[in-house]
């Protein structure tokens, strides 16, 4: 009790009161963070014939051992995109995204834009946005990604060592 009272006022430092403020400060950490773990995370990537049908006439068909064509939904995902709060907005709940995974599955995500661009660099070139978020699914998954005039484009860091 000896430490925590430093932290609290003296009319607070009691045992009750400080086990009240404790069990206060968890619930609300659990609540900030079950919000961004609740919400369903659409799918803006889908599995279909047309796109297994143009990726196998690639030539990267060959060298791809273990992929999977998928369609992308661009608008849809740039219209979800444009709701992630920035990165130092805090206590701004993360928008959630599903992402597929190299097995076949989705991992959620909560993603928040991280522009990496200077101020002016980006009011040039507005439709050029980065984000980077935190696996809901997988807690040692990180990610960045980005969605450009070019394309979609993101990158899976794992604890486990099977980055992607």
Known sequence: MQQLSSFFPAALATPRRT????????????????????RPAP???QADVEASRAAAATPLATALFHAQALTLNVNGLRAALATAPLETQAGASP????????????????????????????????????????????????????????????????GAGQSF
């Open 19 to 38: 086990g009240l403020l404790l069990s206060t400060a968890l619930f609300l950490s659990n609540l900030v963070g079950a919000r961004a773990q609740e």
């Open 43 to 45: 799918l803006f990537f």
């Open 95 to 158: 928008l959630v995204l599903a992402l597929p995974l190299p097995n076949g599955s989705t991992g959620r995500f909560a993603l928040r834009e991280a522009p990496i661009m200077m101020p002016e660099l980006a009011a040039q070139f507005p439709d050029i946005k980065t984000y980077t978020g935190i696996g809901l699914d997988d807690a040692a998954a990180s990610v960045r990604l980005d969605l450009t005039p070019q394309g979609f484009h993101a990158q899976v860091l794992t």
